[in-house]
Nanobody
Framework: VQLVESGGGLVQPGGSLRLSCVTS????????MSWHRQAPGKERELVAT????????RYADSVKGRFTISKDNVKRTVYLQMNRLKPEDSAVYYC?????????????WGQGTQVTVSS
């Protein structure tokens, strides 16, 4: 199983970034996907989730109206479009997959990509 994030970097306040998470090794179309972030000295927090079919999404209050999560089941990729970025959005962003089977719940994480919002 692999989840590989990309798209992070340094951006000025008010700017945009698009994160991607390319996956392999599991049945992507049947897993819910999410993005989490962790800033230095803080706990990891949930940013956005999307259901396996891509029909349902949820967002943290802090990013509602600015971030959009989407997934492409053909490309096995989940995206996070981040607009109107703020310095407090700076963190390492992690991709997560979660699927439930009769045998149990399976959770996988990527290695993270750094996002820095600064002038």
């Amino acid at each position: 199983v692999q989840l590989v994030e990309s798209g992070g970097g340094l951006v000025q306040p008010g700017g945009s970034l698009r994160l991607s998470c390319v996956t392999s090794g599991f049945t992507f179309s049947t897993f819910d996907m999410s993005w989490h972030r962790q800033a230095p000295g803080k706990e990891r927090e949930l940013v956005a989730t999307i259901s396996s079919a891509g029909t349902n999404t949820r967002y943290a209050d802090s990013v509602k109206g600015r971030f959009t999560i989407s997934k492409d089941n053909v490309k096995r990729t989940v995206y996070l479009q981040m607009n109107r970025l703020k310095p407090e959005d700076s963190a390492v962003y992690y991709c997560n997959s979660r699927g439930t089977r009769a045998s149990g719940t399976y959770i996988y994480w990527g290695q993270g990509t750094q996002v820095t919002v600064s002038s």
